[in-house]
């Protein structure tokens, strides 16, 4: 299929949408719960864009490292499944959950499955399962070198403020954790597991370095820099379908109705998105929406969909190139 639009362009259309999100009046508010989140600058704004091609464009605060928050959840599943395989799907379900991403309502009727791997719930389910019998702390090792060999950047660490602020504030979390053991659906220590979950969430990461690192699902499993496999192009593809459809929680509907992309966000403001056979995509601006995804990141992707034509689900510009 040919583009709407020439590879060159895109070098202006990032720049273009860089400058119009410094001017956007409506940023949205940083998440609150998580004080060392609470205090970063809502003016900031990224994105990063590696084409299958490889070749990188970046506007704004690419290079910034944010915590990049829910959006391990995508490299945490994605371990989880090559421990696992499909028997994850016996402690956690595939359907959206029509639900805040901390929400603890559908638990009690769904005996302690959570409905998908990237709410909170299930991602503590995630965790439990890369843990296994280890130790939080090479855990959280283990999941660092994978996302730094996706990156291929040695650069990528834990922000250990973020990961103790989250470990005294994480109420809710704690709370789920305890709440699915009792069903018998976490099989480590609760302290453990959330140590490992907080620990992840608290990796930090710049916009070009998690572009880099989502390159294998944007090239069916396979890390388009000296072809290495990271997962199976059937695995990559239902990665994407969980992320267009679990993403960005209670605003996962939307967030395809506007881009029109698998894409996962964090309450760092962060958000992967992926082209699939075109691009992956990072954008990053630290104030959310009611929903806890990023105003401007979305906003972002939303216009960059709009101009390169890229969307799972057909084009949306009409001007054919
Ligand atoms: N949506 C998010 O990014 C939530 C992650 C955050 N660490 C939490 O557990 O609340």
Redesign the pocket.
Known sequence: MSESFRMTDLRAIVAEITEEMAAAPDRGRP?S??PPLARVDVGQFGMAVVTADGDVFTGGAADEAFSV???SKVFALTMALGRVGDQLWDRVGREPSGSA??SIVQLESERGIPRNPFI?AG?IVVADVNLGRGRPRESVGELVRFIRSLADDDSIAVDAEVARS?SET?F??VALANYMKSFGNLRGPVEDVLAL??GQ?AVAMSCRQLAMAGRYLMAGGVNPVGGHRVVSAARARRINALMLTCGH?DASGDFAFRVGLPGK????GGILAVAPGRASIAVWSPGLNAQ?NSQLGTLALERLAMRTGWSVFGRMNASPG
């Open positions: 998440a719960y998580i928050q829910s959006v991403f901390n909170n991602a989250e994480g809710r979390n979950y907080f969430c929680y966000s964090g309450v760092g806890g």
